[in-house]
T-cell receptor
Framework: SQQGEEDPQALSIQEGENATMNCSYK?????LQWYRQNSGRGLVHLIL?????REKHSGRLRVTLDTSKKSSSLLITASRAADTASYFC????????????FGRGTSLIVHP | DTGVSQDPRHKITKRGQNVTFRCDPI?????LYWYRQTLGQGPEFLTY????????KSRLLSDRFSAERPKGSFSTLEIQRTEQGDSAMYLC????????????FGPGTRLTVT
């Protein structure tokens, strides 16, 4: 069963716009990660946020985590056509072993 | 290319046949993971190794699935008596000793069972 669920399932925007996708999960987590998957580069790790962190930045990416609401968001600013991909959140509930549970993903299309 | 490699990239087999996939992790990565991904879904964890030890295998989908990492380097995933429902992308990932959260994924092996 999926621990994390991304929302929306699909998102279509124009180049230069911001894209926001959300991830909700069910049980307490140790950390949460976001991954990107496209046909060219496969599945790539983007950013990790730990359960005691609230916000993290990496380049044009901003991730927030609200453990009280069991949710996270990924914001991509000034999107580019190359950002077209599926984005997955992955949660870790294991005690130190790191066994990630992925959601179904958000499919993002950025139109040039 | 020093990334994670998987072989073959595509496999078409008839129902009932056995298949074996290989994964070569990044050199010196001690953890190696196998996942299955079906269309429209995220990767589903199957099993993982730390060096040659298989530390979690309860999530292998059935007793038809088995994995090995005999010398702590490459790994194989075998599916016996394949079924049409086994058709999927099988992904391998590895992570380094000091950062187990940083997983590097291979390109995957796409299995089609006819």
């Amino acid at each position: 069963s999926q621990q994390g669920e991304e929302d929306p399932q699909a998102l279509s925007i124009q180049e230069g716009e911001n894209a926001t996708m959300n991830c909700s999960y069910k049980t307490s987590i140790n950390n949460l990660q976001w991954y990107r998957q496209n046909s060219g580069r496969g599945l790539v790790h983007l950013i990790l946020i730990r359960s005691n962190e609230r916000e993290k930045h990496s380049g044009r990416l901003r991730v927030t985590l609200d453990t009280s609401k069991k949710s996270s968001s990924l914001l991509i600013t000034a999107s580019r056509a190359a950002d077209t991909a599926s984005y997955f959140c992955a949660t870790d509930v294991s005690g130190g072993s790191y066994i990630p549970t992925f959601g179904r993903g958000t499919s993002l299309i950025v139109h040039p | 290319d020093t990334g994670v490699s998987q072989d073959p990239r595509h496999k078409i087999t008839k129902r009932g046949q056995n298949v074996t996939f290989r994964c070569d992790p990044i050199s010196e990565h001690n953890r190696l993971y196998w996942y299955r991904q079906t269309l429209g879904q995220g990767p589903e964890f199957l099993t993982y190794f730390q060096n040659e030890a298989q530390l979690e295998k309860s999530r292998l989908l059935s007793d038809r699935f088995s994995a090995e990492r005999p010398k702590g380097s490459f790994s194989t995933l075998e599916i016996q008596r394949t079924e049409q429902g086994d058709s999927a992308m099988y992904l391998c990932a590895s992570s380094p000793p000091l950062d187990l959260y940083e997983q590097y994924f291979g390109p995957g092996t796409r299995l089609t069972v006819t």
